[in-house]
């Protein structure tokens, strides 16, 4: 009598799950990232290039890299000091800290866009002694800069704390033994152990900052070439009918998409030998 161990598997089964792989990549993968670029060079190399050069399509484009370098670096630092506290310190409240840094993740983008609004706004909490003090957030680019770091803001956390707590004290402890002061211990020891999921969260952090719409759409007030990044511009591009400009703007995204697929595929290869290293 076969065991399940010895059993084997179905000769056809094989074949058939590959071509079902590969038709459902090429369906919704594939397929998709092709008519972007045979769109966007539909009209030919100058229709393109005319296209990325308009003074709107900069305007999109310089909004977006600002709210990136913006939002990466102070999520970045946060999220550091986060998974530093949760994991290397036991204090109240821990369990809701961590709670609450699942909140962006937990609801809509749109939703999110809503609530600055309703703090920022006209109407809002804060939107009469903002007023009161000429300070423009919401329909401006410090909205666009808020809402975009609020829901990026889990990326680093969540990459770093599970990695530090599987890696442990024990190096600290040993470098705190020795006579090495805090910070020292950080930069020489926790740094360089979780450098790679570090980079991997900011990575992630920066595809999400250049490609938010939702939370972005909302607070933005889609003022053409003033508030407008490069996710809301195509859209407006594409609502105006001018496909060939859309799918320009939008070939520039899918660009920095496999760019960052194939970062994150190399650090995730760094990540698991790191991981290997550790349990041995």
Known sequence: MKTLSTAQEPYLLKPILIIITLLFLSVFVF?????????????????????????????????????????VPVNTFFGVLLAWAITKFNFRG????????????????????????????????????????????????????????????????????????????????????????????FWKVTLPNIK????????LTNARSIGEFGAVSVVSGLIRGVTTTMPLYIDILYGEYMFNAAFAVASLLTLIALVTIIVKTIIEKFIAEQRKRHQV
Request: with cysteine; hydrophobic share 55%.
């Open 31 to 71: 397929l998709p990232l092709w008519t972007i670029f045979t769109q966007a060079f539909d009209g030919g190399l100058k229709v393109y290039a005319a296209a990325l050069l308009g003074h709107d399509v900069f305007n999109s484009i310089k909004l977006t890299l600002l709210t990136a370098l913006i939002c």
């Open 94 to 185: 821990k369990n809701i800290l961590i709670t609450l840094i699942e909140i962006p993740f937990a609801i809509s983008p749109v939703i999110a866009g809503l609530l600055f609004i309703f703090l920022f706004g006209s109407f809002g909490w804060f939107g009469h002694w903002l007023s009161t003090h000429n300070i423009k957030i919401v329909f401006a680019i410090p909205g666009i800069v808020i809402a975009t770091a609020f829901v990026t803001f889990p990326f680093v956390a969540r990459e770093l704390i599970p990695l530090m707590q599987e890696i442990g004290k024990d190096d600290e402890e040993a470098a705190l033994t020795l006579g090495a002061r805090g910070f020292q211990v």
């Open 196 to 203: 790679w999921g570090l980079l991997y969260g900011v990575v």
